[in-house]
Nanobody
Framework: QVQLVESGGGLVQAGGSLRLSCAASGRTFSSYSMGWFRQAPGKEREFVAGISGSSGRTRYADSVKGRSTISRDNAKNTVYLQMNSLKPEDTAVYYC????????????????????WGQGTQVTVSS
């Protein structure tokens, strides 16, 4: 099994920044794609950003493109999500996921393609 633990969430004012971290343990491979998803109360879990394991190629949801950056440090088995210019609509529980699949070398964006999940970290953006 792969265990994922998110951290770095909290309360921030609109326009502020947060850096989320996801530490992996257990069956973790350099080929794993890693993704960040978020889920607001009463809504479905949605893709935010992903990064492939082998090539480090990235993809982002349109809602965060240009103000978020996903990165990974394979030596530390850790993936990060730097979020800038935060908006109240970014408020959600943010989850880290791991997948052994890619789509044409890119990390998948579907929640169904991810095999392991962390417990989430709360991000609250005040207006």
């Amino acid at each position: 099994q792969v265990q994922l633990v998110e951290s770095g969430g909290g309360l921030v004012q609109a326009g502020g920044s947060l850096r989320l971290s996801c530490a992996a343990s257990g069956r973790t491979f350099s080929s794993y794609s890693m993704g960040w998803f978020r889920q607001a109360p009463g809504k479905e879990r949605e893709f935010v950003a992903g990064i492939s394991g082998s090539s480090g190629r990235t993809r982002y949801a349109d809602s965060v493109k240009g103000r978020s950056t996903i990165s990974r440090d394979n030596a530390k088995n850790t993936v990060y999500l730097q979020m800038n210019s935060l908006k109240p609509e970014d408020t959600a529980v943010y989850y880290c996921g791991a997948s052994d699949k890619t789509e044409w070398g890119l990390p998948p964006f579907s929640v169904y393609q991810y095999d392991y999940w962390g417990q989430g970290t709360q991000v609250t953006v005040s207006s």
